[in-house]
């Protein structure tokens, strides 16, 4: 069967280069638009936008800065923030910029740009995971150290996919201080961090911590490409660099549409915390039933479970598209995830109760057959 999980290694070219496999494996299936979808790792916000003035026009004129928005978002100052279409080129923009030509630590699981982009830009990657815990997912510190001992970059996404745990607070303090300490960049993609009200980004703890985001996951923008990257002003100098080589300037259509709703940007947060508090319990109760134990995130829009003994890819293949349902295996994301299964609840209470209703049939009959 073919491997779907994002590598670490050599610097890769031409036809060497690393696939994005899971969205090889993903689209198709997305396309048969399988009734019962409870693979989304973003929210499904029913954004109407109206007419946008001047939508087709340059976006550029005196006075008007399109840094400001992030910055008040995260009371930071605007040279320390830069606009990206999308937090996915962010990544490639970010590395160019940070990197020192040294090897790059990757963090896995993950979400093969952010693991593999490195590689694409002509840099080494070594490994680094985060083991599951009875509730948590933590840091092996001694591990860690050793690999951040021979590279000068780190790539990490605090809120784990497919998993969705982020750091314990003594890991993430380890793991900022140690950075500091070797003289390490760590380039955090926090693409899901506004589900968390009380977020702090990684940019926050230190110059050499970079964040990346976009209004993509939590705020079910992903059709327009809007993304940023808080760092020093010294990165951000390089990252505009990187930028107009790589992109030249942002798109006015997609600055116009995020100037219309940037005073309603909180509401998708908003319907993420109702999400949560109705389609959670369905979930954890199936859960029960099944036997499968499962402490879930502390927030965010999709968590991830072990079924034992069974091979999630072959379920969702065979015997999840004869009952009409799609969600996420775990092997998308790393290689040790085979009997793993990412469920996202971002959707309509009703519609995702009928999906769980039929997620429980379909374990049960996974279960039996192995």
């Known amino acids: 069967m073919k491997e779907y999980f994002p590598t670490a290694g050599k610097p890769a070219k031409g036809e060497d280069l690393p696939p994005v496999a899971y969205l090889q494996w993903y ?34 004129k005196p006075g008007f800065d399109e840094r400001e928005l992030v910055s008040e978002m995260y009371g930071v100052h605007t040279d320390n923030v830069h606009l990206t279409m999308g937090a996915t080129q962010a990544i490639g923009v970010a590395i160019s910029a940070a990197s020192r030509g040294g090897k790059v630590a990757v963090e896995m699981p993950s979400y093969a740009p952010v693991s593999q982009t490195a590689r694409i830009l002509g840099l080494e990657t070594l490994e680094v995971r985060r083991q599951p815990t009875s509730d948590v997912w933590t840091i092996d510190r001694e591990n860690w150290k050793e690999v951040l001992m021979d590279v000068d970059l ?108 940037k005073e309603r940007l909180s509401e998708p947060i908003d319907l993420i915390d109702d999400y949560r508090m109705a389609n959670l319990p369905v979930l954890q109760e199936a859960l029960e039933r099944l036997g499968i134990e499962w402490t879930p995130p502390a927030y965010g829009v999709f968590g991830a479970f072990r079924i034992p003994g069974v091979d999630t890819l072959e379920m969702i293949d065979t015997i999840g598209k004869e009952h009409d349902l799609l969600a996420v295996p775990g092997c998308m994301f790393d290689s040790e995830l085979k009997e793993w299964l990412r469920i996202g609840w971002s959707i309509e209470p009703k519609m995702f109760e009928e999906a769980v209703h039929v997620l429980e049939k379909v374990i049960r009959e996974a279960i039996n057959i192995t």
């Not at 198709?28 to 916000?45: C, D, T, V, W």
Request: aromatic residues 10%; charged residues 25%.
């Open 27 to 60: 689209i198709p299936r997305l396309r048969e638009q399988r009734k019962h979808n409870l693979s989304f790792s973003g929210l499904q916000f029913p954004w109407e936008l109206g007419t946008v003035e001047d939508v087709w026009k340059d976006h550029r």
């Open 154 to 261: 780190l790539m990490i996404s605090p809120q784990l996919n497919p998993v969705g745990c982020s750091y314990t607070a003594d890991d993430r303090r380890w793991l900022v201080e140690t950075c500091k300490e070797m003289n390490v960049r760590i380039i955090s993609d926090e693409v899901y961090s506004a589900s968390d009200r009380n977020w702090q980004p990684f940019y926050k703890d230190g110059d050499h911590c970079i964040s990346i985001s976009s209004l993509t996951k939590v705020h079910g923008l992903g059709v327009i490409r809007y993304g940023w990257i808080l760092a020093d002003s010294k990165i951000i100098q390089g990252v505009n660099k990187a930028f107009h080589h790589m992109e030249g300037m942002m798109s006015s259509p997609t600055i116009r549409i995020v100037e219309k709703i």
